[in-house]
């Protein structure tokens, strides 16, 4: 009856069958099956068995941490939509938000503002506070768009000037080469927002550090 088993072990593991499916099947250990089988030579079609198995795991693995991590984030965000329910947004929390983003984002000098990012609902979210805290002229912003050479730029222009409501002539483009190795699928390029007033600018970074210092 062994002979038999060892038999219908050795042709399992040959035909690429782990350790642990080989003693499922056949009612057997993890060390029988092991000591059974260590001069089996796995063939072909066992090997691309075994590696099909593995990439199949490997799929499963990536699935069922992607699904954790999405379950983390949805913890996250509800308990971040919590606290936004908690907070009085003022003037206060406005400006301090505003200079956060320029401390971060911005260029630190006083000639002017001078805001530089790729991501549109917070280049959005900065001219948008901007606007409402100093009550900014729209038509004098200037709109610098960073694109690559595989870009279509009249594409990427008019979801630009369709997010920041501008004057087209506000717009200018700068072309940046590329190796073409990198290509980011769906990205639209940075842009550099740019309003010339002096004393805005000073307000903001004079803001930001006060405000930093506070936790210093």
């Not at 990536?62 to 606290?83: C, F, G, Q, V, Y």
Request: proline residues 1%; glycine residues 4%; charged residues 30%.
């Amino acid at each position: 009856m062994k002979k038999v088993e060892k038999e219908k072990a050795m042709k399992l593991r040959r035909s690429g069958y782990s350790l642990a499916e080989i003693s499922k099947k056949i009612g057997i250990s993890k060390s029988t099956a092991s000591l059974w089988t260590k001069d089996v030579m796995i063939d072909a079609s066992g090997l691309s068995r075994m590696e099909q198995k593995a990439k199949t795991s490997r799929l499963k693995g990536h699935t069922i941490l992607h699904e954790k991590k999405l379950k983390r984030l949805e913890i996250a965000s509800k308990e971040a939509n919590d606290l936004i329910k908690l907070m009085t947004i003022d003037n206060d929390v406005e400006l301090t938000a505003l200079a956060m983003m320029y401390w971060c984002e911005g260029i630190k000098r006083d000639n002017g503002v001078a805001f530089t990012n790729s991501n549109p609902e917070l280049v959005v979210a900065f001219v948008n506070l901007l606007k409402k805290i100093f009550n900014i002229d729209m038509n004098r912003i200037r709109m610098c768009l960073h694109v690559h050479d595989y870009h279509n730029v009249g594409e990427l222009s008019k979801f630009w000037l369709s997010k920041i409501k501008i004057p087209k002539e506000n717009l200018s483009i700068y072309r940046k080469k590329s190796n073409h190795k990198y290509i980011n699928e769906g990205y639209k390029g940075c842009v550099r927002i740019s309003y010339f007033d002096s004393h805005i600018a000073r307000v903001i970074i004079s803001f930001a550090k006060k405000f930093i210092r506070l936790y210093i």
